[in-house]
């Protein structure tokens, strides 16, 4: 296809994945942009097959096509600012990235997908395996409610804190109190104490979790 039949966005996309696997100067700009290349295949597969394309599918194409702007004409960079669709794409189902506190020491990641977060996510599991602790931390997938659920102990506390940091999850006041809990609690001693009116012993378990585990396992206590 030349350049000068370009009307829709579809075509662009054609257009820049045969230069890309061509022998252009474009494929050789790209060699470090695996995660763009991929991108770009995956876009032109739904292209062939007929696909319509997500807005956010639309933007992030756009996107890439103004990062490597100088291997491409002015009409097709036309469509940067003015694109048009052969099928008016739909309208993507924004998943913000959150974190919520589920009890005990458990938080609940839920993200759209990325391969980033993920990476980041897969450290703390590995992590764990090398981990000192005779129960290291859990961190695990659960494919029907689509969320992480990671296990906070004292020796991933901080990559926690910085994957919410890093990658802009959003945390509502639950989260915030037990996080600051948790990092007032390093290095602390446990307490117990009698509550007057049940009678119950309260322990307020610091940085150890063997006592919490046994306090879970052989007594059956609760968390509160």
């Known amino acids: 296809m030349s350049f000068n039949a370009i009307m829709y966005v579809e075509n662009a996309i054609e257009i820049f994945y045969?230069?890309?696997m061509g022998k252009s100067t474009l494929a050789v700009d790209m060699l470090r942009d695996q995660w763009a290349c991929d991108f770009i295949k995956s876009l032109h597969a739904s292209v062939l097959e007929g696909k319509t394309l997500s807005t956010e599918q639309g933007r992030v194409f756009l996107k890439t096509l103004n990062k490597y702007r100088n291997h491409f004409p002015a009409n097709?960079?036309?469509?940067?600012d003015a694109p048009y669709y052969k099928n008016a794409p739909y309208q993507s189902k924004i998943?913000?990235?959150e974190v919520r506190y589920l009890?005990?020491?458990y938080l609940g990641f839920r993200f759209k997908k990325?391969?980033?977060i993920r990476a980041d996510l897969k450290k703390i599991s590995d992590k764990n395996r090398r981990s000192t602790l005779k129960r290291p931390s859990e961190v695990k997938y659960h494919s029907f409610l689509r969320i992480w659920v990671v296990e906070l102990t004292r020796e991933n506390f901080k990559d926690?804190?910085?994957?919410?940091?890093?990658?802009?999850?959003?945390?509502?006041d639950d989260v915030l109190e037990y996080l600051t809990l948790a990092d007032n609690s390093t290095g602390q001693k446990s307490t117990f104490v009698v509550d007057p009116e049940t009678g119950n012993i309260i322990a307020n378990i610091c940085d150890n979790a063997i006592l919490l585990s046994w306090i879970k396992t052989v007594i059956f206590g609760q968390m509160a």
């Open 103 to 105: 009890g005990g020491n």
């Open 18 to 20: 045969n230069a890309m």
């Open 160 to 172: 926690i804190v910085a994957i919410i940091g890093r990658h802009d999850f959003k945390f509502d």
């Open 114 to 116: 990325n391969d980033n």
């Open 95 to 97: 998943i913000p990235n």
């Open 76 to 80: 097709v960079l036309k469509l940067i």
